[in-house]
């Protein structure tokens, strides 16, 4: 059994550009989510996929979309960077199951924006 | 809207000595709450969820409802127990995690 796997590990961009960070589920998963964790803070839910919709959406903006995939792979996109963009971005896995969907994080990727 | 705080960024304990990371949650609805750790250069993993009543590593938490909190204790801290703890609240369509500040606990020797 394989975990949640991120890539890249690390990206910086400037301010204005667009950028894809992608998330692997752990092997059996159903379920995508994605949070934004700001140096010195929790982790703040941005949105979920289940089946390949958008399942759930935190307080984002727009600019922030996403994708799931048959094999239930996903991706964060992020359009018009912005300097308070600069965070680690974390993806969860879990299996929509009533009681037993624990969500599985990956390691992450730090976006920084310049 | 739901919300968790966590009061402490920091706690420091002796090895041995009684450990509590405090968590006060705001909800309207029947709370489920958990506690995450994050060891060093390691990602983000469930510790304990409060509706498994369990103890993992000597950890419990139990739910006040009428204090509003899911306080995380354990008797004996030792020094593998120095991490980041994050108390969480699932809610939501999504279910999603609502996520405390993190309390940063250090073991000392």
């Known amino acids: 059994e394989t975990g949640v796997t991120q890539s890249p590990t690390h990206l910086i961009k400037t301010r204005g550009q667009q950028v894809t960070l992608r998330c692997s589920s752990q092997?059996?998963?159903?379920?995508v989510s994605w949070y934004q964790q700001a140096l010195g803070q929790g982790p703040q839910f941005i949105f979920q996929?289940?089946?390949?919709?958008?399942?759930g959406r935190g307080n984002f903006p727009p600019r922030f979309s996403g994708l799931q995939f048959p094999n239930y792979s996903s991706e964060l996109n992020v359009n018009a960077l912005e300097l308070d963009d600069s965070a680690l971005y974390l993806c969860?896995?879990?299996?929509?199951?009533?009681?037993?969907?624990?969500?599985?994080f990956g390691p992450g990727t730090r976006l920084t924006v310049l | 809207a739901q919300r968790v705080t966590q009061p402490e960024k920091l706690l420091s304990v002796f090895k041995g000595a009684p450990v509590e990371l405090k968590c006060n949650y705001s909800?309207?609805?029947?709370?489920?709450l958990f506690w995450y750790v994050q060891y060093s250069r390691q990602r983000l993993q469930l510790l304990l969820r409060?509706?498994s009543r369990e103890s993992i590593k000597g950890f419990t938490a139990d739910l006040n409802k009428g204090e509003t909190s899911f306080h995380l204790k354990k008797p004996f801290a030792q020094e593998e127990d120095s991490a980041m703890y994050y108390c969480?609240?699932?809610?939501?369509?999504?279910?999603?995690?609502?996520f405390g500040s993190g309390t940063q606990l250090t073991v000392l020797p």
């Open positions: 969480a609240l699932r809610s939501g369509s999504a279910r999603q995690l609502t």
């Open positions: 969860a896995s879990s299996l929509a199951r009533e009681g037993t969907d624990t969500q599985y």
């Open positions: 409060h509706i």
């Open positions: 909800y309207s609805g029947s709370p489920e």
């Open positions: 092997s059996g998963h159903n379920t």
């Open positions: 996929y289940y089946r390949e919709e958008e399942n």
